[in-house]
């Protein structure tokens, strides 16, 4: 892949088409769909039953002429599509739709602004080569490089958007859904993890196949090292790992042994008050017998 007008066209085409109006259409869909719906379903109306103009009607009747103000510069009439409530709506335990809608509409426009960056047939912007030199670095021309790089980050993505979509539902009740958010954090998961073994291994193989020496030389100081590194990995491992069985080991012995109040939970840990409270006992009694004598 060469780093010249290919590559800048390709950034300013995803970064402005799909993702800076991907970002803006769906933070319309969930204007003109997600909060009549989200409103039905808190007022235990079956959204299925009602027909499109009656969600049309919902979605139209707290907004009016938004369009026709906006372009006038009103800017108070979007105060009911779009918020900064922060924290999670109590009647659905997710995220303020309106303060999604904030999110991907900011989104979307940041960037339509950063599409321009680069630099396509019209000569408007920067090219990639001119930022790769300005720091000093240079393209990767090997498919295996480019394809281990990209895997890696969607593969990191995936696995972190797992986690998020538990902590931070965006979605209106998923939050009790307990079967589809186990569902979703397995999805995201797996498929992070394969792609990160996918990366390891085209990392591997550009490598073997495509690296010339001294093309990266902070690599090449990385794996000179790599002895050190797998060392100092494999006792971390082994440290975590005995930690977390011997935590399982923990949880049994003293199920078993009928101490359910010692085990270590999600939100505590075993109940120290007692050990706290003779070390307390043992340190006070001295001092007191002093004190009479």
Sequence with gaps: MQPGNDVDAILSHHLT???????????GHLVHVAIPVDACLRLGMDPE????????????????DVAGRILVLDWGCTDGLVSWL??????????WLTDVVHHHLAVGILAILAGHMYRTQFSVGTAMSLLLRAHRATAVNSWHAQLAINLGVLGTGSILFGHLI?????????WIDWSAELSLFTHH?????FFIVGSASHAAIFLV???????????????????TITVHL??????????????YIHNDTLSALGRRADLFGE???????????????????PSAGNHRG
Excluded at 86 to 95: D, V
Excluded at 166 to 174: N, R
Excluded at 234 to 247: D, E, K, R
Aim: aromatic letters at 10%; charged letters at 10%.
């Design 189 to 193: 998961a797996w498929i992070g993890g």
């Design 234 to 247: 494999n006792w971390v491992s082994i440290f975590l790992g005995f930690h977390a069985f011997g935590m």
């Design 49 to 64: 039953g009602m027909g499109s103009d009656v969600l049309a009607l919902l979605a139209a009747v707290p907004f009016g």
């Design 267 to 285: 939100l505590r840990i075993p109940d120290l008050r007692r050990a706290t409270a003779v070390n307390s006992v043992s340190t006070q009694v």
């Design 209 to 227: 196949v495509d690296y010339r020496s001294g093309t990266l030389p902070g690599l090449e100081r990385l794996l000179a090292q790599r002895h």
């Design 86 to 95: 922060g924290g999670w709506n109590p009647a659905t335990g997710s995220l």
């Design 166 to 174: 538990l902590a931070v539902p965006a979605y209106p009740f998923l």
């Design 17 to 27: 088409a799909v993702v800076g109006l991907g970002s803006i259409a769906w933070a």
